[in-house]
């Protein structure tokens, strides 16, 4: 048979109860505290009108309408829309590869739709920061707001080969000689070429 050795208990102190769980209290309000300033903060993406469809990648160009904002509604930065020389190349809006926009505006895309219009409120660590563009109206340490219109998106290696096809399409208008369909127009007070009334 075994034996059990008996440890005598000593009887708890007046208010040692007390202290023992506020001392627990206290010791997982610092884990919750902790836990929480750990967490980074999110971009966040409102659906203003819905989109469709799939959703643009990391390496993706996307084709937006956009306005930035501080949070005291100063606006800092609008697209401004790109006049092409030829219709149907490219979507309308302002084309931007995602992987090289600030680390937030590229997560926000992600969460959007073609065709949808978006709130999205991007914190300062994934924005500029404490260290804002030079001359930018944007203060140290600033969160952004940006009301997005994601026209359209498509990989960049398809963005790569339609800029390449609009580039030749160019040349080879200004190469044409006048007169001839697709040729640049003469200047003004040029003489008509022969055979153009």
Do not use: C, H
Not at 174 to 194: D, N
């Amino acid at each position: 048979m075994t034996e059990i050795t008996r440890v005598p208990l000593q009887p708890i102190g007046k208010g040692s109860l007390t202290k023992l769980w506020i001392g627990i209290a206290l010791a997982a309000l610092a884990a919750i505290a902790l836990a929480w300033a750990s967490v980074p903060e999110g971009v966040t993406v409102e659906e203003v009108r819905a989109g469709q469809g799939a959703y643009p990648g990391a390496t993706d160009v996307v084709f937006v309408n956009y306005t930035g904002r501080l949070d005291d509604g100063t606006v800092f930065d609008q697209s401004q829309p790109i006049p092409l020389p030829v219709e149907g190349i490219l979507p309308s809006g302002t084309p931007l590869p995602l992987d090289n926009m600030l680390p937030g505006f590229g997560e926000a895309l992600m969460k959007m739709q073609r065709g949808g219009t978006y709130v999205a409120e991007i914190p300062a660590s994934k924005a500029y920061g404490d260290t804002p563009p030079p001359g930018a109206p944007i203060p140290p340490g600033a969160d952004l707001n940006f009301t997005i219109e994601l026209i359209d998106f498509m990989p960049r290696e398809e963005f790569e080969g339609r800029v390449q096809a609009l580039q030749q399409m160019m040349q080879q208008q200004m190469s044409a000689p006048p007169g001839v369909e697709g040729a640049p127009p003469p200047p003004a007070g040029a003489p008509a070429p022969q055979g153009a009334q």
